[in-house]
């Protein structure tokens, strides 16, 4: 995927988040973990229960060339702040590990936000890497 089709891709998680009251990631954010980078990826799973975001994760990683990322991006999103949208720290912690287990030594930047347009009981995930020329 090219960069313009990425900085749509980010410019969509960023609408959603910037209008609401919580704001998980910020432009900077985005701005600064992407400078400089030579390529992208970018990788989107909406609307899973845990279990299968986590395999769905796991399989889109194995799949990309992760050996030079320098960065990385996650937005999770929640059906709601209630009790059946939080994320525990067990489930962010082994959201983590995934992505480690595939970019060891990358700086990786997180947030959790609420997404209405996510089924109670479900999460989203959007991942956006930096990759450098090495």
């Known amino acids: 995927m ?8 980010i ?8 209008h ?4 998980a990631i910020f432009r900077d954010d985005f701005e600064e ?3 400089d980078a030579s390529d992208f990826a970018y990788i989107e799973i909406e609307n899973a229960a845990f279990p299968d975001l986590l395999e769905k ?3 889109e990683l194995a799949a990309l060339p992760m050996h030079s990322v320098r960065n990385g991006v996650m937005r999770i999103g929640t059906a709601s702040d ?3 949208g939080k994320l525990s720290y067990d489930n962010v912690c082994s959201l983590l590990k995934i992505i480690q287990e595939f970019t060891s030594g990358a700086n990786l930047i997180w947030g ?5 347009a996510i089924s109670s009981g479900c999460y989203s995930v959007a991942v956006v890497f930096a990759m450098s020329s090495r």
Do not use: F, H
């Open 33 to 35: 973990a992407m400078k």
């Open 82 to 84: 209630g009790a059946e």
């Open 57 to 59: 994760l796991r399989k």
């Open 11 to 18: 410019e969509l998680l960023l609408e959603k988040t910037e």
């Open 20 to 23: 609401s009251d919580y704001v």
């Open 112 to 116: 959790l936000d609420v997404d209405p």
């Open 2 to 9: 090219n960069k313009t089709a990425i900085w749509q891709k």
